[in-house]
């Protein structure tokens, strides 16, 4: 049974605008509330992407849940200059009692965040994100179709512009996400990062305008792609990190299962890692809509 406290104690972590303004505040209050409050069907295995169903009786649910993280592993393709993830194992059940494994990996790799900090020596690092940016209304901008005939596409103003022709207005406090389709190239990690023979990558993410178009013009609280960056791999500059980051917008990096997802109407929820002075961390993130009622 759920309290009033403890859903008190849920909203409280949430600025008052955001736990009742964000795609329904039964949907927040679903998500954050304590084990005993919602419960959640599960499977032992299956697919990154399985809807999950969240009955939340009187808040107004169910919801559909969906895992947008990749599984992270060794293999895992990592921007040219990371190390991949590795895993040791520390102990064994057979000889110590308990199963765990030592980790080692860098911070921008698999599903992740970029914190301002990586592009800003004054920017906030990953413990001095505001919760509150951590639930979000979800805009999804979809470009498979032309991603998938050209490897240098990018979302433009022009696409924001006709996601709100059908949509809406972008919600305050919105997170933007790029869906390509580029996540069926995983089976590949060369495909993914996909270089030339010069070695220049070539993959689907932002332009330049559109970065600053939903900075400067649009309230954001971030963006993110379902490639490995920010920028297309052909950038050089790294204009919309550049421009984002130092804005105090967040990114995420290698989302999954975009496809998915409604273009409107989802809640992103981010699990953002927490370490001293981080400039991003592999992260786990969800989707969450309303189940529909056809």
């Given at each position: 049974?759920?309290?009033?406290?403890?859903?008190?104690?849920?909203?409280?972590?949430?600025?008052?605008?955001?736990?009742?303004?964000?795609?329904?505040?039964?949907?927040?209050?679903?998500?954050?509330?304590p084990a005993?409050?919602?419960?959640t069907?599960?499977?032992?295995?299956?697919?990154?992407?399985?809807?999950?169903?969240a009955?939340?009786?009187?808040?107004?649910?169910?919801f559909?849940?969906?895992?947008?993280?990749?599984?992270?592993?060794?293999?895992?393709?990592?921007?040219?200059?990371?190390?991949?993830?590795?895993?040791?194992?520390?102990?064994?059940?057979?000889?110590?009692?308990?199963?765990?494994?030592?980790?080692?990996?860098?911070e921008?790799?698999?599903?992740?965040?970029?914190?301002?900090?990586?592009?800003?020596?004054?920017?906030?690092?990953?413990?001095?994100?505001p919760?509150?940016?951590?639930?979000?209304?979800l805009?999804?901008?979809?470009i498979?179709?032309?991603?998938?005939?050209?490897?240098?596409?990018?979302?433009?103003?022009?696409?924001?512009?006709?996601?709100?022709?059908?949509?809406?207005?972008?919600?305050?406090?919105?997170?933007?996400?790029?869906?390509?389709?580029?996540?069926?190239?995983?089976s590949?990690?060369?495909?993914?990062l996909?270089?030339?023979?010069?070695?220049?990558?070539?993959?689907?993410?932002?332009?330049?305008?559109?970065?600053?178009?939903?900075?400067?013009?649009?309230?954001?609280?971030?963006?993110?792609?379902?490639?490995?960056?920010?920028?297309?791999?052909?950038?050089?500059?790294?204009?919309?990190?550049?421009?984002?980051?130092?804005?105090?917008?967040?990114?995420?990096?290698?989302?999954?299962?975009?496809?998915?997802?409604?273009?409107?109407?989802?809640t992103?929820?981010?699990?953002?890692?927490?370490?001293?002075?981080?400039?991003?961390?592999?992260?786990r993130?969800?989707?969450v809509?309303?189940v529909?009622?056809?």
């Amino acid at each position: 049974m759920c309290s009033p406290r403890m859903m008190d104690r849920a909203g409280a972590s949430l600025s008052r605008r955001k736990f009742f303004g964000l795609a329904g505040a039964a949907a927040i209050a679903g998500i954050v509330a304590p084990a005993g409050c919602a419960r959640t069907q599960s499977a032992a295995t299956q697919p990154a992407g399985a809807t999950q169903t969240a009955a939340v009786g009187a808040l107004g649910g169910p919801f559909e849940v969906r895992d947008l993280t990749h599984t992270h592993g060794p293999n895992f393709p990592v921007y040219p200059g990371q190390d991949p993830l590795e895993i040791e194992v520390n102990t064994t059940v057979e000889e110590d009692g308990l199963n765990s494994y030592a980790l080692r990996y860098g911070e921008h790799i698999g599903t992740h965040i970029d914190a301002p900090f990586h592009a800003s020596n004054g920017g906030l690092t990953t413990d001095q994100l505001p919760a509150e940016d951590f639930f979000a209304p979800l805009a999804v901008v979809d470009i498979s179709r032309r991603a998938a005939s050209d490897e240098d596409a990018g979302v433009t103003v022009d696409d924001i512009r006709a996601w709100e022709r059908r949509h809406g207005r972008l919600p305050e406090g919105a997170f933007v996400a790029m869906y390509s389709g580029w996540e069926e190239r995983l089976s590949d990690p060369d495909s993914f990062l996909n270089a030339d023979a010069s070695g220049t990558l070539h993959f689907p993410a932002f332009t330049p305008e559109a970065g600053e178009f939903l900075v400067r013009r649009r309230s954001i609280v971030g963006l993110g792609v379902d490639t490995i960056s920010l920028d297309r791999g052909v950038s050089t500059e790294i204009e919309v990190h550049r421009t984002a980051l130092p804005a105090g917008k967040y990114g995420l990096e290698n989302i999954a299962n975009l496809g998915e997802v409604d273009a409107s109407g989802a809640t992103i929820i981010v699990g953002g890692p927490k370490h001293e002075g981080g400039s991003g961390g592999p992260t786990r993130v969800f989707a969450v809509s309303p189940v529909r009622r056809d």
